[in-house]
Structure formats: C-alpha cells, structure tokens
C-alpha cells in the first residue's frame, strides 16, 4: 500500500454503523477513482448496509464529477449497500439541478446525521 492509498483508506471510516467516505476537495478523476476502489474494497470485506459519501470538503463538482460518483452509488448498490451524498454545496447542488443530472442509485441528504436517520426509516420501512 503506498502513500496514495494510505490516504484514501484513511478517509473512509465508521460512524454509527454506517461506512462514511470523506470526498477530497480536489476531486481529480485518479484521486476519485483510488478512493471509490477503498470504498468498494471495504464494502467486498463487511456487508455495509449503509455508505455515505461525505462531500462537505467538496468545493467544485461538474457533471463527469457526478457521473463518476453515480456510479460509485450504483456498485454499492449492487454490494448491498444504499449510498447516500451528504453536505453538496449549494451551488453545486443548484449546477446539478440546472443540468439535470440524475443518480437513481443515490440518496441525497443534508449532512451525516440527516444520513442516518434516512438510514434508519428505510430500513424500518
């Protein structure tokens, strides 16, 4: 495991039994595509039922940024996890709905504890 790595492991922890992956503020595409193999390499070693991707530090997000996580949404998906994005900036969130951008494998919410509490009602329901 080198450096690189190490710092993408080291962004993803457990909270309240949901696995939270804290997105850097530089969302370059290899930077993104490391930490979404740790999420997913995590995922493969405990059934998750939940997965946040934090974006709070996130400053600039742009459709292929999104696409990108969409996806990561879907795997976990298919790994038995819900994904949730939680804390989007307001401008990003505006950019997103003004071009339409959609991610039926994702949930958004307003922060880790609006995460949890979505969380725990679906899988009350």
């Given amino acids: 495991m080198d450096a690189d790595d190490i710092e993408h492991a080291s962004r993803i922890s457990e909270l309240g039994g949901m696995l939270v992956a804290n997105l850097p503020p530089d969302m370059a595409p290899d ?8 999420v997913l390499q995590r995922l493969a070693s405990r059934p ?4 946040v991707l934090d974006c709070s530090a996130v400053l600039v997000m742009d459709s292929h940024d ?3 996580l969409a996806d990561l949404g879907g795997m976990c998906q298919l790994l038995g996890a819900r ?3 939680a804390a989007l ?3 990003i969130a505006i950019h997103l709905a003004l071009t339409q951008s959609e991610a039926p494998a ?8 609006h995460a949890r509490s979505m969380a725990e009602a679906e ?3």
Avoid: H, I
């Fill in 123 to 125: 899988a009350a329901s």
């Fill in 89 to 91: 900036n307001p401008g």
């Fill in 106 to 113: 994702l949930r958004f919410c307003r922060d880790l504890d």
């Fill in 48 to 51: 998750w039922r939940t997965v």
């Fill in 31 to 38: 930077r993104l595509e490391r930490l979404a193999q740790a």
């Fill in 83 to 85: 994904a949730y994005l």
């Fill in 66 to 68: 999104f696409a990108r």
